[in-house]
Antibody, heavy 120, light 107 residues
Framework: QLQLQESGPGLVKPSETLSLTCTVS??????????WVWIRQPPGKGLEWIGS???????HDNPSLKSRVTISVDTSKNHFSLKLSSVTAADTAVYYC????????????WGQGTVVTVSS | EIVLAQSPGTLSLSPGERATLSCRAS???????IAWYQQRPGQAPRLLIY???SRATGIPDRFSGSGSGTDFTLTISRLEPEDFAVYFC????????FGQGTRLEIK
């Protein structure tokens, strides 16, 4: 059964880099033609797409996050990762990883989410 | 970027009633690439509808989606107690954007 699990520090200091990993179990990232996705949700607010990565390394990022986002994939560890640089309090959110039904479609498998707080 | 506007912000209804939630896009969404999600407190979103009108696996048939172009609707025909939650629409026509959500609360 396919499962996604986010992991990483729950507290990051302002101006530092947030780093999260999404471990995929139940299917190989490299044999599946999907764009794996990062989404976030600030407290009490809606959902924001951060970016997507294909196992080949191709990525699509949200332009509103400009050049702060780096998304990568490690097929040997069957996981994909998110780095968000120069964080501020506005980056405090629940971060989710997700998989689309197919390719770059609606998101039918989600991780449970991980809370990241930006504070000194 | 396609902006999605959901209405109403909050909908107050009773179990057994019919709920109609709206999602309007700032420009036409190709191939009706619109999805709807349900989110309960403390949980990840759950996919209900994709392609504007197709139910995801395991979703009860009281949930239905419709619409094309810029106007889309999620209908819940007879509300069950577990349906009271927040609902988001999502467009995946190239990039991804989400509506701000509709909170469905018990009247």
């Amino acid at each position: 059964q396919l499962q996604l699990q986010e992991s990483g520090p729950g507290l990051v200091k302002p101006s530092e880099t947030l780093s999260l990993t999404c471990t995929v179990s139940g299917v190989s990232i490299s044999t599946s033609s999907y764009y794996w996705v990062w989404i976030r949700q600030p407290p009490g607010k809606g959902l924001e797409w951060i970016g997507s990565v294909h196992y080949s390394g191709r990525t699509h990022d949200n332009p509103s996050l400009k050049s702060r986002v780096t998304i990568s994939v490690d097929t040997s560890k069957n996981h994909f990762s998110l780095k968000l640089s120069s964080v501020t309090a506005a980056d405090t959110a629940v971060y989710y990883c997700a998989r689309p039904r197919v390719w770059n479609d609606a998101l039918d498998i989600w991780g449970q989410g991980t809370v990241v707080t930006v504070s000194s | 970027e396609i902006v999605l506007a959901q209405s109403p912000g909050t909908l107050s209804l009773s179990p057994g009633e019919r709920a109609t939630l709206s999602c309007r896009a700032s420009q036409s969404v190709s191939h009706n690439f619109i999805a709807w999600y349900q989110q309960r407190p403390g949980q990840a979103p759950r996919l209900l509808i994709y392609g504007s009108s197709s139910r995801a696996t395991g979703i009860p048939d009281r949930f239905s989606g419709s619409g094309s172009g810029t106007d889309f609707t999620l209908t819940i025909s007879r509300l069950e107690p577990e349906d009271f939650a927040v609902y988001f629409c999502h467009q995946y026509d190239g990039s991804h954007t989400f509506g701000q959500g509709t909170r469905l609360e018990i009247k």
